[in-house]
């Protein structure tokens, strides 16, 4: 990490998918620019703290992997209350998330099944879900501002 930023690389940190806050603000303090993960944010009163912050959310595999669970496990045909799943909290309090697979071969999932899964089961509308791109974006490493401004371009142009 020390090295990273004497060469000013900027870093992602997985941070906060099982834990508190408080994981997350130590990332921070490592230098992290963007967080994978970041649920335990959701549980604090004010996320305002973490405004400033890109959160990398996977529904699928918080879920698998227990970083967040529902009332219902999705065993034995429970149904699984992804209304309850942190990203819409984060997303409600004014956070900078995108929506993610992860790791699609170990989940079973893609992206168009997580971004289903944000919308129909999380409940993010499809501006949410375009503000979210562009915020990845935003947040990216990428240094050549022509072509965030040209995936930006392409991303406000998306059509249902």
């Known amino acids: 990490m020390k090295k990273a930023r004497q060469l000013r690389i900027p870093i992602t940190l997985h941070a906060g998918e099982i834990s508190t806050a408080d994981n997350v603000r130590k990332a921070l303090a490592y230098g992290a620019k963007r967080i994978g993960h970041g649920y335990g944010v959701a549980q604090t009163d004010d ?34 209350d992804w209304k309850k799943h942190p990203i819409g909290t984060m997303v409600k309090g004014g956070l900078k998330i995108s929506v993610n697979s992860d790791d699609p071969t170990v989940f079973g999932t893609n992206i168009a ?38 995936l930006k371009g392409r991303i406000t142009q998306f059509q249902i």
């Open 113 to 150: 099944k997580e971004y289903e899964i944000a919308a129909d089961e999380i409940g993010l509308s499809v501006e949410q879900i375009i503000s979210s791109n562009l915020d990845a974006v935003d947040a990216s490493f990428c240094t050549d501002e022509k072509l965030k401004a040209e």
């Open 47 to 80: 996320v305002s703290e973490f405004s400033d912050i890109h959160f990398e959310t996977c529904p699928t595999s918080s879920f698998e992997t227990g970083g967040w669970s529902s009332d219902g496990s999705g065993a034995n045909g429970e149904a699984i």
